[in-house]
């Protein structure tokens, strides 16, 4: 059994927008911008949600489209020659 202690903080599920963009770098080492955000949502490749008005991402979800992308997160899925 394993316990739980109440003043740790909840591990993150959701990101926001700007969130995602940060998120993107840091983990992925990979810049994003928030053109690419939108037209994946618009065309249904990243799934999001809104809440309060604000668009909402699940962690996992944005790390499956990233790494379906094969690390182009425009939605080309080609790699970018330095």
Do not use: C, H
Request: proline share 5%; charged share 30%; hydrophobic share 35%.
């Amino acid at each position: 059994m394993s316990t739980v202690d109440p003043l740790q903080k909840p591990k993150r599920q959701f990101l926001n927008l700007d969130s995602l963009v940060e998120f993107a770098v840091q983990v992925y080492d990979l810049p994003i911008s928030r053109i690419s955000i939108y037209r994946a949502v618009k065309s249904k490749s990243l799934p999001s949600f809104k809440a309060n008005g604000r668009l909402l991402f699940r962690i996992t979800d944005v790390e499956r489209w990233i790494e379906g992308q094969g690390g182009n997160a425009d939605g080309t899925g080609e790699k970018v020659e330095d």
